[in-house]
């Protein structure tokens, strides 16, 4: 856990806030990677992730923009609400799932909404190494495009607006078929998008295709089945319709988590034994293949047993 401070914060528009966090001795901060993302521990017990969006090169100052968002379980609300600046907060080491393929010879990034966030620290990262990039960002209107202003002077940024297309979508498909070969795709937006996104990069070799979520379906709970923690000795019933992490944490076991959505990776967890059932969206297929880790907050297990390094 590392402790840091509201150095600042500034409203990027009526609903995107905009906030620097400092260390609490002026030193510098863990270094991070374009991409990558921190939790933060609220007071309130909530546990939320948010995209580093400045430069990678800065090692003083983390900076995360949170949207607030009356359809969320409440993260956003209370730290608009509550988060002053001067405040200490409790945060992760950065973490990166969405990780930037420096070498790729071109670097197609697509966002929506929100998902701009990560973006824009891969848009620096690219500039600083001097790497062929082009941004295609989508939002409902101009007015609540975060950091608009910035991208708008830049050439190789192109934006889409749904109330300017009425109502029509983005070509995804058709931006990938026309990219410049060995191109790599990287899409962070709502769940539409990235279906898009899925299809339009099916015949794109998998190592080419890079997605994160911000948001996911809450996924179906498998049946009953037991859980053994090989550290502490329990093992501990998981009934239907509960997650692991529940219930774990109800038999007063302690484990990091964050999102509860099998999307930000804060609560993998090894696997001893037994075949896990996975239903996050983190992991790769070969990963998901090794039965060797699981995302303890939605997914499951397909054996009446689970043996974790817990």
Known sequence: MIRVFVNGFFDENERVRVYE?????????????AGAHIDLHLGNGLHRSYSLVNDP?????????????????????????TVRKGDVLEISAPKNNFALNESANHSVLIAGGIGITPMLSMMRRLDAIRASWELHFCS?????????DQ?????????????????????IANLVA????????????????????????????AEHVHVEHFSAEPPAQTGDFLVECARSGKTIPVSAGQTILNALREAGINVA??????????????????????????????????????????????????????
């Open 178 to 205: 026309t990219a410049l070969p060995g191109s790599h795709f990287y899409c962070c937006g709502p769940a539409g998008m990235l279906d898009a996104f899925a299809k339009a990069t099916t015949l794109v070799p």
């Open 140 to 148: 409902q209107s101009r007015s609540q495009a975060a950091f608009h």
């Open 257 to 310: 988590y964050s999102c509860e959505q099998g999307i930000c990776g804060t609560c993998e967890t090894t696997v001893l034994g037994g075949i896990p059932e996975h239903k996050d969206q983190v992991l790769s297929q070969a990963e998901r293949d090794s039965g060797k880790t699981i995302m303890i907050c939605c997914s499951g297990a397909l054996t009446h047993r689970l043996v974790l390094d817990i």
């Open 21 to 33: 966090l400092h260390s609490l001795d002026g030193g510098e901060l863990q270094p991070f990677s």
């Open 57 to 81: 090169a800065e090692h003083h100052r983390y900076v995360i923009a949170v949207a607030r968002d009356a359809q969320t379980r409440g993260g956003s609300a209370f730290i608009h609400d």
């Open 151 to 171: 991208l708008s002077t830049d050439t190789r940024v192109r934006f889409f607006f749904d109330d300017e297309h009425q109502g029509s979508f983005i070509d």
